[in-house]
């Protein structure tokens, strides 16, 4: 399975770095002989110097050969008409281009196809995607990912020395809880771990737990937080991001919104954009603003202007002033997701991650609906539509040769919720949550396709 990216910035190295971990034959085309130089240093991979408007270095990195090419460069244009090349050069490649402008994707963001691309991902519309998904399950913490077709939620939770997982084996945990779910990975040392139910826990693993929507209560309560679903938003910065986001949210809701914008012609275009907001035309480092419009009674402050460090920094100092809850946006320097996960910031965003998911979903075929990264890119957990065609149908879990390479961790079978035992048969229409390392995604993606 061979793969082109075409630009070695964020989004694609973070893209080769997973398909490497797949190990992908992968090929990384780069403009910049600088930035091409440090990527084969760190990567396992071949780069190709030059552009991908050059028919000729597309033919020497051989897209005629690849199942994909992903063109992720800083310019639309570019991704445009990589695409149309590799089409032209060959129609069976799987083409996928990052495009911002709205001018090729439509006023609402939604990727069509243009000059015979066959998926378009627009990094800003994926980022807040992400963000509304965070408000609207009311679960503002990193350790949460939920699914675009299920109501079951993955919790990432930190197992202490008090905590009820701690030297307990797989099998004896749900009874614990006293709840229903599924162990999907564990996460210990650095390294990832497919867990069986012979599996113990220790203290110190993180474990990847996937549970009914209506459990939320007795999970979080394990990691130390309740569920929170915002009356009164803030926002600061009146970027694409944030227009994306307002969209999101249902019209009448707008008028508990107030957006923070510095420029006076941003925010008079946001103003006119979305008349039930309010808008406030201010520098949000000026250190009277959160007084004087009184956003200690706000129940949760997004900050996702284009600077990642004043994101950070809003977000966090929102907390000491008793907003309840912070998201802060990561663009340009994804060193800081950590960082700022240890500054009191309830959820941090990357428009990379988000960004890499959904081409990542594009990549593994129209049989999956939705991918997510776990652990820095250890393991993935998507979901699989089932059809009548799918070689498991009709069998048992228990039936399926999984050969301890990934766990099914949740069914969604016509709209109800189901957290699976090794009886429960697979039917057409099914769509599974299954969670897999890296190295383990081409057999297991193969097995359920």
Same mark, same amino acid.
């Given at each position: ?66 199942? !994909? #090419? ?7 244009? %570019? ?52 963000? #509304?998904?965070?408000?609207?399950? @009311? ?19 930190? %197992? ?63 990691? @130390? ?22 969209? $999101? #949210? ?13 420029? $006076? ?30 956003? !200690? ?17 809003? /977000? ?11 998201? /802060? ?10 960082? /700022? ?37 250890? #393991? ?41 035992? @090794? ?27």
């Amino acid at each position: 399975m061979k793969v082109v990216i075409l630009g070695a910035g964020k989004r694609g190295t973070l893209l080769a770095r997973h398909l490497i971990q797949e190990k992908r034959d992968v090929v990384i085309i780069e403009s910049d002989p600088k930035r091409a130089s440090e990527i084969q240093s760190k990567l396992d991979c071949m780069v190709v110097i030059g552009s991908g408007t050059d028919v000729e270095k597309l033919r020497e990195a051989e897209v005629h050969k690849a199942s !994909s #090419f992903v063109a992720v460069t800083d310019s639309d244009e %570019v991704n445009l008409v990589a695409c149309g090349l590799v089409e032209n050069i060959e129609t069976r490649v799987n083409t996928i281009a990052a495009i911002r402008n709205l001018t090729y994707t439509g006023k609402e963001g939604v990727p069509t196809t243009v000059l015979g691309i066959n998926y378009i991902v627009n990094p800003e519309a994926e980022a807040a995607k992400s963000i #509304f998904n965070i408000i609207d399950r @009311g679960v503002f913490h990193d350790v949460v990912i939920t699914f675009n077709n299920s109501n079951l939620v993955l919790y990432n939770l930190y %197992v202490d020395t008090k905590s009820v997982f701690a030297k307990q084996n797989v099998a004896n945990c749900r009874n614990a809880l006293k709840t229903e779910f599924v162990i999907a990975a564990i996460h210990r040392d650095g390294e990832g771990i497919v867990p069986s139910g012979n599996t113990v826990i220790y203290p110190g693993d993180t474990i990847s737990v996937v549970a009914f929507d209506s459990d939320k209560e007795t999970l979080l309560t394990l990691i @130390g937080q309740k569920k929170l679903k915002p009356k009164r938003i803030i926002i600061v910065g009146g970027s694409k991001i944030a227009r994306f986001l307002l969209k $999101s #949210f249902p019209i009448p809701f707008h008028k508990n919104i107030t957006l923070v914008e510095q420029n $006076s012609e941003v925010a008079e275009t946001f103003a006119t954009l979305f008349p039930q907001i309010l808008v406030v035309q201010s520098d949000i480092t000026d250190e009277t603003i959160f007084e004087d419009e009184r956003f !200690s009674s706000y129940d949760l402050l997004i900050s996702v202007t284009d600077n990642d460090e004043l994101n950070i920094i809003t /977000a966090s100092y929102a907390k000491q002033v008793r907003v309840p809850r912070s998201i /802060a946006l990561i663009k340009n320097n994804n060193n800081y997701v950590r960082l /700022a996960s240890h500054m009191g910031i309830n959820s941090v965003i990357s428009v990379s991650e988000a960004t890499v998911d959904s081409l990542l979903k594009y990549m593994r075929g129209s049989h999956v609906s939705s991918v997510h990264s776990l652990f820095g890119g250890a #393991f993935e957990i998507f979901e699989f539509i089932i059809t009548s065609e799918t070689g498991i149908v009709g069998k048992k879990i228990k039936e399926i040769n999984m050969k301890n390479r990934g766990v099914i961790a949740g069914i969604t079978s016509k709209t109800v919720n189901i957290i699976p035992t @090794g009886d429960y048969t697979i039917l057409p229409d099914d769509i599974l949550i299954v969670c897999a390392g890296r190295e383990h995604l081409e057999y297991i993606n193969k097995l359920f396709s």
